[in-house]
């Protein structure tokens, strides 16, 4: 199949890199043209032009960090549903706002080409692996469609019902990574308050129920190794838990862990913490301890 792949960073080139390995022609594009250079040497394809591009693909794929750049390069730099066939599938594989999947959808609709949002998780190791889960929201026909090039990048690709409930899931997955992340970092500062080797309480609780994927992943790719260099940076954290507030503005209000977990992360971001990986939130938590 022919496709577009807009957006070829931390996630989205290794994500294009496992559709090209699956034997589709890739056309890969990003604002920086040193890794769409890098994308080519992998065996992916460029052109001129998302426009020329689109105009006779199967399928455009977005992996986007932030709404506005979903909304800014499908609704305007590119116009993307003008131009592309009727029946193309259009599927946003970024954490977005509701709003802008919304709009985008409306627009995909007078056009007849086939949106869904379908947001991952699994981090860069999962990207890479193409061991991904796929929440995707759409029609049914459209995801059986899909289901094919979405296997390329996931092992775990489900069905979530209409456009939107993908990006309802993932942000509630981004609530649990944020509460998570606070629990981790706030247990490293303590541990090592009472002099526990966290080394030895990484392998004790490894096997009891503190265990968590988001504590083997800090702990092991990140803290031990006193190296925070993003594979999820933790201004994007900030981003997708002030995006799940806004489900639910007057109950997220409401909820103490959450309204905790986002002062933290935000706090961490203003004290210039926001481009390490989330994990990083650990050392800004160290730091206002030899603050306080």
Known sequence: MKIVFIGLG?????????LVAAGHDVYGFNRSQEKV?????????????????????????????????????????????????????????????????HEIHRTAETKEVAFMDAPVSGGTTGAEAAT???MTGGSRQAFEQALPLLS??????????????????????????????????EAMVMAEAVNVDQQSLYDILSS????????????????????????????LLLKDLNLTAGLDETLTSTLQGFQSAKEAFHDAASAGFHSRDMSGLYPFLQQEKGNS
């Open 10 to 18: 931390n996630m989205g080139m290794p994500m294009a890199k496992n």
């Open 37 to 101: 250079d890098r994308f080519v040497q992998a065996g992916g394809l460029k052109s001129l032009s998302i426009q020329e591009a689109a105009a006779d693909a199967d399928a455009v794929f977005t992996c986007l960090p932030k709404p506005e750049d979903v909304a800014s390069v499908v609704l305007k730099e590119a116009d993307l549903c003008t131009h592309m066939r009727k029946g193309a599938l259009l599927i946003d594989l970024s954490t977005t706002s509701l709003d802008v999947i």
């Open 132 to 134: 991904l889960t796929v």
């Open 152 to 185: 390329c990048m996931g092992s775990h690709v489900h069905y979530t019902g209409e456009v939107g409930s993908g990006t309802k899931i993932k942000l509630l997955n981004q609530y649990f990574v944020g509460m998570h992340t606070l629990a981790v970092s």
């Open 208 to 235: 009891s129920f503190a265990q968590s994927k988001i504590y083997d992943r800090h702990y092991q790719q990140f803290i031990a190794k006193d190296d925070y260099e993003p594979g999820f940076a933790l201004e």
